[in-house]
């Protein structure tokens, strides 16, 4: 951190085309087309509330971030 902040940190070699390609994934990933209404059990939404504010983010995009995960099989159940 100190040498972020005393500006000794050099930017990596197109790194500006990664941070667009990245950007450009996330606003796909995210582009909100349908809504739902979902209920889930209190404790399961106090653990998601509480993760998503670890996060800093919004429980909604915490969310939709593991139903998309789950359903592409980026995200596994443990048996």
Same mark, same amino acid.
């Given at each position: #951190?100190? @040498?972020? $902040?005393?500006?000794? %940190?050099? /930017?990596?070699?197109?790194? @500006?085309?990664?941070?667009? !390609? ?8 995210? +582009?909100?087309? *349908? +809504?739902?209404?979902? /209920?889930?059990? $209190?404790?399961?939404?106090? =653990?998601? %509330?509480? /993760?998503?504010? @670890?996060?800093? #983010?919004?429980?909604?995009?915490? =969310? !939709? !971030?593991?139903?998309? @995960?789950? %359903? !592409?099989? /980026? %995200?596994?159940? *443990? *048996?």
């Amino acid at each position: #951190m100190e @040498e972020f $902040e005393q500006g000794a %940190l050099r /930017r990596v070699a197109g790194v @500006e085309a990664e941070m667009a !390609s990245a950007r450009q994934a996330a606003r796909a990933t995210f +582009r909100k087309t *349908r +809504r739902v209404n979902l /209920r889930v059990t $209190e404790r399961d939404f106090d =653990l998601a %509330l509480a /993760r998503a504010r @670890e996060e800093g #983010m919004p429980y909604q995009t915490l =969310l !939709s !971030s593991v139903i998309h @995960e789950y %359903l !592409s099989g /980026r %995200l596994t159940e *443990r *048996r």
